[in-house]
Nanobody, 123 residues
Framework: QVQLIESGGGLVQAGGSLRLACTAS????????IAWFRQVRGKEREYVAS???????YYEDFVKGRFTVARDTAKNTGYLQMNSLNPEDTAVYYC?????????????????WGQGTQVTVSS
């Protein structure tokens, strides 16, 4: 069983930056692809970005050029660096992990989930 612990959310002004972290345990980190989703209350969970086991990044169009995914195998941690944030980025951000897929935008395809962290961008 894989456990995912997220950190790094918070309140930031429009134009600011935040870095989210997702630390995994329970399986070798090298076996896991890491994805980031976000969800606004009342809406479906949407795919943001992911990084494969060999560190290939994938991005949804609305974050290209603003967000960057990374991973540090020595720290068992994946990261989502978010720059140029705007109020529309306000959501609960979740990390997910899976041993088989890398860029699937369907949240049901991912086996393991973190607890979520709130990101609020003020105007």
């Amino acid at each position: 069983q894989v456990q995912l612990i997220e950190s790094g959310g918070g309140l930031v002004q429009a134009g600011g930056s935040l870095r989210l972290a997702c630390t995994a345990s329970g399986r070798p980190f090298s076996e896991l692809a890491i994805a980031w989703f976000r969800q606004v209350r009342g809406k479906e969970r949407e795919y943001v970005a992911s990084i494969s086991r060999d560190s290939t990044p994938y991005y949804e169009d609305f974050v290209k050029g603003r967000f960057t995914v990374a991973r540090d195998t020595a720290k068992n941690t994946g990261y989502l660096q978010m720059n140029s944030l705007n109020p529309e980025d306000t959501a609960v951000y979740y990390c997910a992990a899976d041993q088989l897929i890398a860029a699937n935008a369907n949240p049901r395809a991912w086996d393991y989930w973190g607890q979520g962290t709130q990101v609020t961008v003020s105007s």
